[in-house]
């Protein structure tokens, strides 16, 4: 079992920046991925960025160059750093770790970015 509580989470203008942190707690020596994922009202749950020891990092086309994930050395933190925000950027963001054939989700973290 692997818990996930994001924190970060805000309203910044266009243009702004925000940093999510997601922390892991449990078997969390049995994570083999983490990544970040978001979902806008109306809309289906989204890749944005995941990391692995295996294949790296992954970001959607939409958040390149301006996203970056990180990991802590120990692997029990995930960090967002967003830059240069847009309005479509808002929605929920969640975090999430594979640990085998399992996928676990954190609650959430709102990011509401104005015009």
């Known amino acids: 079992q692997v818990k996930l509580l994001e924190s970060g989470g805000g309203l910044v203008h266009a243009g702004g920046s925000l940093r999510l942190s997601c922390a892991a707690s449990g078997r969390t020596f049995s994570i083999n991925a983490m990544g970040w994922y978001r979902q806008a009202p109306g809309k289906q749950r989204e890749m944005v960025a995941t990391?692995?020891?295996?294949?790296?990092?992954n970001y959607a086309d939409s958040v390149k160059g301006r996203f970056t994930i990180s990991r802590d050395v120990a692997g029990n933190r995930v960090y967002l750093q967003m830059n240069n925000l847009k309005p479509e950027d808002t929605a929920v963001y969640y975090c999430?770790?594979?640990?085998?054939?399992?996928?676990?989700w954190g609650q959430g973290t709102q990011v509401t970015v104005s015009s």
């Open positions: 990391t692995s020891s295996r294949q790296g990092t």
């Open positions: 999430n770790a594979d640990v085998y054939s399992l996928r676990y």
